[in-house]
């Protein structure tokens, strides 16, 4: 009878702090300790062995943690996990089905090409309002395109803001990517280029040589320039840094700098060297990249079933 009523008045105490004057602070509480676990590093998609399980699950997260935010404006980290889980959701499913889709149909592909664009602005606004929390303003003066406000902006950001910065360029530029017809965000390339060269001169090794990987595709699509040499320099720094346990870099050379220069053979063996990586494998550094790299491998096999349309026979 004792612990009955003890308990009963302990749990009266706790209704009545969530629902008396106090359960306002209770629940806000609450809601910035689940953003701060939503926005941890999501080791759970980065290690998952299976991409469809990622496919489907990725959007019942990624709207939760929006929802999180509006009762916790201003959560830095959610505004990272949010430009990170929709850059990636775009480019491992939605990009990537598009660039399939263009074999059979350019109106599917190119409906799919602006789904992916719509998803990548959406997370290069998260990264750059999470930026702008640090540094007010840089939203504004990197969309300008006026140099010198853009390089001024630039110069607030420091070293733990780089994965801010990051996921706001890679997911602007993955967006130009989409948009060849599009001149307003052609012309965005350049703010893209300087931040991403702000965040490699401030922490180059970040996330395992990611910012080199970027460098790998950017070099080799650089109109009117030959950025061959400088792909390679970065694709080499990139897997120095990943101890070759990300294939991103790889497959970013092989398609971007070997199609270029049609070079057929070191294409099919650089893609077969990505898709002999046993990326399942129980080691931590092969875990922790197991979603992407099996996602390189479905990209590495697609391209090698292209070849004919891919190089000059």
């Given at each position: 009878m004792t612990l009955a009523i003890s308990s009963?008045?302990?749990?009266?105490?706790l209704l009545g702090l969530l629902l008396g004057p106090a359960g306002c602070s209770i629940r806000t509480y609450?809601?910035?300790?689940?953003?701060?676990?939503?926005?941890?590093?999501?080791?759970?998609?980065?290690?998952?062995?299976?991409?469809?399980?990622?496919?489907?699950?990725?959007?019942?997260?990624?709207?939760?943690?929006?929802?999180?935010?509006q009762q916790v404006p201003g959560h830095i980290g959610l505004h990272l996990a949010l430009a990170r889980g929709f850059t990636q959701y775009a480019y491992a499913f939605?990009?990537?089905d598009a660039d399939r889709?263009?074999?059979?149909?350019?109106?599917?592909?190119?409906?799919?090409?602006?789904?992916?664009?719509r998803l990548y602005l959406r997370g290069r606004d998260h990264a750059l309002a999470g930026l702008g929390l640090r540094c007010p303003?840089?939203?504004?003066?990197?969309r300008s395109g006026d140099a010198t406000r853009r390089d001024a902006a630039l110069a607030c950001v420091t070293k733990k803001d780089v994965p801010l910065l990051y996921w706001a360029g890679a997911a602007w530029a993955l967006a130009v990517s989409t948009a060849r017809d599009q001149p307003?965000?052609?012309?965005?390339?350049?703010?893209?280029?300087?931040?991403?060269?702000?965040?490699?001169?401030?922490?180059?090794?970040?996330?395992?040589?990611?910012?080199?990987?970027?460098?790998?595709a950017y070099e080799a699509s650089r109109p009117g320039v030959d950025g061959s040499a400088a792909a390679r320099k970065h694709l080499e720094r990139a897997l120095q840094l990943s101890g070759?346990?990300?294939?991103?870099?790889?497959?970013?050379?092989?398609?971007?700098?070997?199609?270029?220069?049609q070079n057929k053979k070191?294409?099919?063996?650089?893609?077969?060297?990505?898709?002999?990586?046993?990326?399942?494998?129980?080691?931590?550094?092969?875990?922790?990249?197991?979603?992407?790299?099996?996602?390189?491998?479905d990209r590495a096999r697609w391209l090698l079933g292209r070849l004919e349309l891919l190089f000059a026979e």
């Open positions: 009963s008045l302990r749990l009266g105490a609450a809601l910035r300790a689940t953003a701060d676990a939503l926005s941890g590093t999501g080791g759970g998609y980065a290690e998952e062995g299976d991409p469809q399980l990622a496919r489907e699950a990725a959007p019942f997260g990624l709207k939760t943690m929006e929802q999180i935010l939605v990009h990537q889709a263009e074999d059979r149909s350019l109106q599917a592909a190119q409906a799919g090409w602006l789904r992916a664009r303003g840089i939203s504004e003066a990197l307003d965000l052609l012309g965005d390339l350049p703010t893209v280029e300087a931040m991403m060269r702000r965040a490699l001169a401030l922490d180059e090794s970040y996330d395992e040589g990611a910012l080199h990987e970027f460098f790998v070759g346990h990300r294939l991103g870099p790889l497959l970013s050379y092989a398609e971007g700098v070997l199609v270029q220069q070191e294409f099919v063996a650089l893609l077969q060297r990505v898709l002999a990586a046993d990326v399942l494998r129980d080691d931590p550094a092969w875990r922790r990249n197991r979603l992407a790299n099996l996602i390189h491998q």
